[in-house]
C-alpha cells in the first residue's frame, strides 16, 4: 500500500450505532488530520495530531472520537451519531513541525447515518 | 475564517483558458492548491509561501498575492483531465492549520 488508506470507504449506521474509521499513512509523516466533507461545504478540519499528540479540536461533537496510537495511524470512533453527521471523512497526513508542508489526502469514507 | 473563491463553476472548452480566484481576510503564510475528483481523494497541486510568486504544474499554475491577501489559479490550455473540483487552502500567520474554500467545479469538454 502507498499514500495514505481509509477504510471502511463506505459505512451505513444506525444512531444508536457504535463504529470506527481506520486510517493509516505509509508516507513517513508525523501529522495526521481528520477532514469533514459535506455536500456544497467546504472541507471543514475536525482534529490534527502531530507526533501522536492532539493539537487541533475543531469544536467537534463528543461524537466523535480520536485515537492516534502512533504517527502512522489515525482513529475515528463514532458513537450516537445525527442524520447530519452523513458525509464523507477524509483523513490527510504532512509533514509535521513546519508551516507550508503539503498534505496527502486518503479516499475517504462515505458515511451515512440513518 | 474560511478563504472565499470565485467562480463557483466553470465550463469550457478543451483548450481554453480559466482563472480560478482565492481571497482570504487573514494575512496569509501559504497558500495550497487542491483539484478533486468525482469520489477520489483531494490531489495536491502547489503550494505558494512568498508574496507575488507564482509555481507551474504542467500548464496548471498560480500565483499569490501577499498584500491583496489574495491567490489564482491558471488553467491553460484545458484538457479533458483537467474536470473536477478545485480548492484553495489557506494559512494564516500564526495559525498554520488549512483553511479550505468551497471549491470551484471545473468541467471541460470536448
Known amino acids: 500500500e502507498t499514500g495514505v488508506t481509509q477504510t471502511p470507504r463506505h459505512l451505513v449506521m444506525g444512531m444508536t450505532n457504535k463504529k470506527s474509521l481506520k486510517c493509516e499513512q505509509h508516507?513517513?509523516?508525523?501529522?495526521m488530520y481528520w477532514y469533514k466533507q459535506s455536500a456544497k461545504k467546504p472541507l471543514e478540519l475536525m482534529f490534527v495530531?502531530?507526533?501522536?499528540?492532539?493539537?487541533e479540536n475543531n469544536s467537534v461533537p463528543s461524537r466523535f472520537s480520536p485515537e492516534c496510537p502512533n504517527s502512522s495511524h489515525l482513529f475515528l470512533h463514532l458513537h450516537t451519531l445525527q442524520p447530519e453527521d452523513s458525509a464523507l471523512y477524509l483523513c490527510?497526513?504532512?509533514?509535521?513541525?513546519?508551516?507550508?508542508?503539503?498534505?496527502?489526502f486518503g479516499p475517504g469514507t462515505r458515511l451515512t447515518v440513518l | 475564517q474560511q478563504p472565499v473563491q470565485s467562480p463557483q463553476a466553470v465550463i469550457l472548452r478543451e483548450g481554453e483558458d480559466a482563472v480560478i480566484n482565492c481571497s482570504s481576510s487573514k494575512a496569509l503564510y501559504s497558500v495550497h492548491w487542491y483539484r478533486q475528483k468525482h469520489g477520489e481523494a483531494p490531489v495536491f497541486l502547489m503550494i505558494?509561501?512568498?508574496?507575488?510568486e507564482q509555481k507551474g504544474h504542467d500548464k496548471i499554475s498560480a500565483s499569490f498575492n501577499e498584500k491583496k491577501q489574495q491567490s489564482s489559479l491558471y488553467l491553460t490550455a484545458s484538457q479533458l483531465s483537467y474536470s473536477g473540483t478545485y480548492f484553495c487552502?489557506?494559512?494564516?500567520?500564526?495559525?498554520?492549520?488549512?483553511?479550505f474554500g468551497a471549491g470551484t467545479t471545473v468541467t471541460v469538454r470536448a
Open positions: 505558494l509561501l512568498k508574496g507575488g
Open positions: 490527510a497526513s504532512s509533514q509535521a513541525g513546519t508551516a507550508g508542508n503539503e498534505q496527502f
Open positions: 487552502g489557506t494559512e494564516a500567520f500564526n495559525d498554520y492549520k488549512l483553511s
Open positions: 508516507l513517513g509523516h508525523n501529522a
Open positions: 495530531y502531530n507526533f501522536k499528540e492532539q493539537t
